[in-house]
């Protein structure tokens, strides 16, 4: 089993910054892409940000320049910077990875989620 734990969310005021990280743990032979979706209340997850094995980054276009993900090899960890917040980025935030075990398995693991709350 692949187990992601988030953490980094908050209520932040409009302007502000967050850092999301999300650590994967577990029987994990590789890790390929790893991403970040979110879900506003009363709409459906939407992608925000992935990355593959080699850095090839894909942006949801609504958080173009503000939003920033990378990710730490070492410790299957992926991580989500937010600057310039807006209430519009108010949602719960989901880490994906998609990776490989031990046993020659394929898995996609979701986080459990962390609640960001954009507001003055």
């Known amino acids: 089993q692949v187990h992601l734990v988030e953490s980094g969310g908050g209520l932040v005021q409009p302007g502000g910054s967050l850092r999301l990280s999300c650590a994967a743990s577990?029987?994990?032979?590789?890790?390929?892409?790893m991403g970040w979706y979110r879900q506003a209340p009363g709409k459906e997850r939407d992608l925000v940000a992935t990355?593959?094995?080699?850095?090839?980054?894909n942006y949801a276009d609504s958080i173009k320049g503000r939003f920033s993900i990378s990710r730490d090899n070492t410790k299957n960890t992926v991580y989500l910077q937010m600057n310039s917040l807006k209430p519009e980025d108010t949602a719960v935030y989901h880490c994906?990875?998609?990776?490989?075990?031990?046993?020659?398995?394929?898995?996609?693991?979701w986080g459990q989620g962390t609640q960001v709350t954009v507001s003055s």
């Open positions: 994906n990875v998609k990776g490989s075990t031990f046993m020659g398995g394929r898995f996609t693991s």
């Open positions: 577990g029987s994990i032979f590789s890790i390929a892409d």
């Open positions: 990355i593959d094995t080699r850095g090839n980054i």
